[in-house]
C-alpha cells in the first residue's frame, strides 16, 4: 500500500523550505595513528571531533563525520581558503586540511514536512527513530551523491557544485506536493543560531 500523497491545493500550508546555505567548508583528514593529536588540536580551537555517523557544534560553526578519520568543518565564509590554510598549519605532520568550499555546496530544508519530502528519495531511513537529530551519513538522491545531516528541526544537505543547481531544483520539485517556498541563502552561524539556541 503506497503513501497517500500530500494536498496539493494552492492554500495548503508550506511544507519545506530550502534555502542555500553560504558556508566555508574544509575537509580535515588525519594521518594514520594520528586521531588523538589532531582531537587535541581542534580541542584548543575550541571544537570537537565526532565519530562517524555524526556531527556537532560550536561558536558558530558545524564539524560533520561520514567517514573514519575526516571531517567537514563548515563555518561562515571568509577570504577564499583563509580557513583551510589555517588549519593546515594548525595540524602540520598530524594532518591535512583540504579546502572545499569550491567543490561544495550545502542546503538548509526547514519546515514541518521537509523530512518526510527526503524521505521519499532516500536511500537511508530518515525516520526520527533510525536517524535522529545529530546524524549523518552520505547516500545517493536524484543520481547525485549527498550527504545529509539531522539538525534539530531541519535538514542539511551537502552535494557536489558541479550538480548543485540540478540537485536545489530537484528540491523545490519534488517538494511541491508539501507546499514549498523557498527561502533567501543562509549562513552557518544563523542555522546554528535557529537550530540550537
Do not use: K
Not at 558556508?23 to 594521518?31: F, K, S, W
Not at 583540504?98 to 524521505?119: N, T, V, Y
Not at 531511513?125 to 534539530?152: K, R
Amino acid at each position: 500500500m503506497s503513501v497517500p500523497e500530500p494536498s496539493t491545493e494552492p492554500d495548503a500550508p508550506i511544507g519545506v523550505r530550502p534555502a542555500r546555505c553560504a558556508a566555508d567548508i574544509v575537509e580535515l583528514g588525519c594521518y594514520r595513528g594520528n586521531t588523538q593529536g589532531l582531537e587535541r588540536i581542534a580541542r584548543l580551537r575550541g571544537l570537537a571531533l565526532p565519530p562517524p555517523g555524526r556531527f556537532v557544534t560550536a561558536a558558530g560553526e558545524l564539524v560533520l563525520s561520514v567517514r573514519p578519520d575526516r571531517w567537514l568543518l563548515m563555518s561562515e565564509p571568509a577570504n577564499p581558503g583563509a580557513c583551510a590554510a589555517d588549519w593546515h598549519q594548525a595540524c602540520a605532520g598530524l594532518g591535512i586540511a583540504i579546502d572545499q568550499s569550491s567543490g561544495l555546496c550545502a542546503f538548509h530544508l526547514s519546515g514541518a514536512a521537509a523530512r518526510e519530502a527526503l524521505a521519499r528519495h532516500c536511500r537511508i531511513d530518515l525516520d526520527p527513530a533510525a536517524f535522529a537529530a545529530g546524524c549523518t551519513a552520505a547516500t545517493i538522491m536524484a543520481q547525485v551523491s549527498v550527504i545529509i545531516a539531522a539538525l534539530p528541526s531541519a535538514m542539511l544537505l551537502l552535494s557536489p557544485s558541479t550538480t548543485a543547481l540540478h540537485f536545489y531544483e530537484w528540491i523545490v520539485s519534488t517538494s511541491h506536493p508539501f507546499g514549498v517556498a523557498p527561502r533567501s541563502q543562509v549562513t552557518v552561524p544563523e542555522v546554528v543560531r535557529s537550530e540550537f539556541s
